[in-house]
T-cell receptor, first 113, second 116 residues
């Protein structure tokens, strides 16, 4: 069945360093790839997304890259800060209102001050 | 981004009782909402897809008589955990797509259910 693999499961970085989280998807029809940040006891918050017609998207310290051929997409956080510490989930979906999202297993990012 | 409100955020109930969780899209209409369950330190497990005006579509292994979903309007979906048992204790999260052909999915804040 369709699935999304996410690595690493945990990641610790020093404040100011960069963090990279990678995902691989199986459904070749997927064309929308969002990233969510979930803080403890809260619902996931959309932080950035990318569509299949774009190879890279950047928003301040956060960037996402997509390689459709390889079915890979990655989240890059530069100049990490302690408040970036959270669980990050990638997802893959088709841009259809009823089509479900397939989520990765999550990455627990810890930024050490 | 669009706002999805979920209520209650925390609920404690006795075993055998039923609990209703509400999910509202505050500034947009959502023809489709999704309900997830999340175990500690785990990913989001899709329970069902809630469609306005029609029956929900449940994922394999999710008991539809146990988890009743109603999507009565374009801004409200409810999840009722019937005859709750301690094993139903979990974090339940709803989400809604902002637009029929839009990819963006926005989540509620989640509801932590504890069944004693």
């Amino acid at each position: 069945g369709e699935n999304v693999e996410q690595h690493p499961s945990t990641l610790s970085v020093q404040e100011g360093d960069s963090a990279v989280i990678k995902c691989t998807y199986s459904d070749s029809a997927s064309n929308y790839f969002p990233w969510y940040k979930q803080e403890l006891g809260k619902g996931p918050q959309l932080i950035i997304d990318i569509r299949s017609n774009v190879g890279e998207k950047k928003d301040q310290r956060i960037a996402v890259t997509l390689n459709k051929t390889a079915k890979h997409f990655s989240l890059h956080i530069t100049e990490t800060q302690p408040e970036d510490s959270a669980v990050y989930f990638c997802a893959a979906s088709r841009s259809s209102g009823t089509y479900k999202y397939i989520f990765g297993t999550g990455t627990r990012l810890k930024v050490l001050a | 981004g669009a706002v999805v409100s979920q209520h209650p955020s925390r609920v404690i109930c006795k075993s055998g009782t039923s609990v209703k969780i509400e999910c509202r899209s505050l500034d947009f209409q959502a023809t489709t909402m999704f309900w997830y369950r999340q175990f500690p330190k785990k990913s989001l497990m899709l329970m069902a897809t809630s469609n306005e005006g029609s029956k929900a579509t449940y994922e394999q292994g999710v008991e539809k008589d146990k988890f009743l979903i109603n999507h009565a309007s374009l801004t409200l979906s409810t999840l009722t955990v019937t005859s709750a048992h301690p094993e139903d204790s979990s974090f339940y999260i709803c989400s809604a797509r902002a637009g029929l052909y839009s990819g963006e999915l926005f989540f509620g804040e989640g509801s932590r259910l504890t069944v004693l």
